[in-house]
């Protein structure tokens, strides 16, 4: 897809797979140019999706809003071994996962070739 406006910023978003479709449905109804990566990671180890969003001045808090309201946040409970029990009895805990990590970096030099 040819952007339609120049790119100044490219937004860096890593977000959970359930939130894939969304985010990037939400960033192209911007009209922004959306990328994305299958990723791995964080302290879970779940799969992520990094997208990559090219911006022209002026759109970033647009994006990061739009991000916001379609990249929520959960929890999830892991089962750990309680220590100093006779047996070993899993213990759900809690642990809040999502959302999205945001990075924007300036874009000096852009060209499709």
Do not use: W
Not at 11 to 29: F, K
Not at 32 to 44: E, I, R
């Amino acid at each position: 897809m040819s952007p339609r406006f120049p790119i100044h910023f490219l937004i860096m978003a890593v977000v959970q797979e359930q939130d894939l479709e969304n985010a990037t449905s939400a960033a192209e109804s911007l009209g922004a140019p959306v990328v994305y990566l299958a990723s791995t990671g964080g302290f879970l180890g779940r799969r992520n999706a990094t997208l990559l969003i090219g911006l022209p001045d002026g759109m970033e808090a647009s994006l990061i809003e739009t991000l916001q309201k379609t990249c929520r946040q959960r929890v999830e409970y892991l089962t750990m071994p309680v220590e100093g029990a006779p047996m070993p009895l899993p213990t759900p805990v809690p642990v809040t996962v999502g959302g999205a990590t945001i990075f924007a970096l300036p874009v000096e030099r852009f060209e499709e070739i």
